[in-house]
């Protein structure tokens, strides 16, 4: 088992940056991709970033060059700074563990970019 933890999440303008926190407890995220997904109001969830375990990143067109996750595995955390933030990335963004056709969630953050 595996508990998510985000934080970091906040109001801020357009063109500013934020970056979330994931922190996992229960397992050591070492093994797993770890990703970030998003869902805004009215809209399905989709993935905006992932990580292996190796190290490889993944991103969504949307936010390729403002958006960078990464991974502390000494500290089992989860890291996606953003920059250059739209108000089409308003959206709560949650943590994602997977590993051997698991998947764990955290419970969001709220992220809200003003025009």
């Known amino acids: 088992q595996v508990q998510l933890v985000e934080s970091g999440g906040g109001l801020v303008q357009a063109g500013g940056s934020l970056r979330l926190s994931c922190a996992a407890s229960?397992?050591?995220?070492?093994?797993?991709?770890m990703a970030w997904h998003r869902q805004a109001p009215g809209k399905q969830r989709e993935l905006v970033a992932a990580i292996t375990s190796g190290g490889t990143t993944n991103y969504a067109d949307s936010v390729k060059g403002r958006f960078t996750i990464s991974r502390d595995n000494a500290k089992n955390t989860v890291y996606l700074q953003m920059n250059s933030l739209k108000p089409e990335d308003t959206a709560t963004y949650y943590c994602?563990?997977?590993?051997?056709?698991?998947?764990?969630w955290g419970k969001g953050t709220l992220v809200t970019v003003s025009s």
């Open positions: 229960g397992s050591i995220i070492s093994f797993y991709t």
């Open positions: 994602n563990a997977f590993r051997a056709n698991t998947h764990y």
